[in-house]
């Protein structure tokens, strides 16, 4: 391969990776358009969040119903058609019902809050390790969350879980962001040397 070919080649991938990592930012940036939208209107982020869930069940439902069938003949059959139905089950009734679903969701997120609060305090207290503030401030604010939501109950339900589904959007996109445009200023670094070096190595080859 010549120089200039491998020059050339080298130019085509670079631009091929740059634009990965455009698209990468772009999908970040629709996410946390995404997630903003959600933080604003809590009640509707709540609302698709537990759609989108409720359809996410259906499908793995479909999907190991017939993986299920597939495999008939294996002793694993009757417990895949089990789990298949649960999520077949659990998809439709959230789906006709999201706001009873999201109330249940809130109140079993609130118990996990209370819960791991409980247990980071306590934990803390008992081992008291290097990470002993972090791990006592972690449990605190654990305990008062879960304390707060379920002060609130039912009505939190309105705005909790679509809060946290767009703060995960939200995080999730400026990560996305921050990769694609981090990797597109590296690939523009690093493809000037590479043709740099690419048109040295030709030079000294027409030299000799």
Known sequence: M???RGSATTQTQGKRLSRSFGWLAVLGVILAVAGIIGLVYTGL????????FGWLLLVGGLVGLLHAVQSRGSSFFWLGVVVAALNLAAGVV???R???A???LTMFAALLFLTGGVFRLVGSLVVRGPQ????????AFGLLLGILVLAEWPSSSQYVIGCFFSLALLFDGL?????????RGIVNLVQPEETGKSEQRGQDQSYN
Not at 45 to 52: G, K, Q, R, V
Not at 132 to 139: D, H, I, R, S
Not at 175 to 183: E, H, K, N, R, W
Request: proline letters at 5%; glycine letters at 16%.
């Open 175 to 183: 990560g996305l962001i921050a990769t694609g445009v981090g990797g």
């Open 94 to 96: 959230i789906i006709r």
């Open 102 to 104: 999201a109330e249940a």
């Open 2 to 4: 010549s120089p200039r």
């Open 132 to 139: 002993f503030g972090w791990t006592l401030v972690q449990g």
């Open 45 to 52: 982020a709540t609302l698709t969040s537990m759609l989108l």
């Open 98 to 100: 999201p706001e009873v």
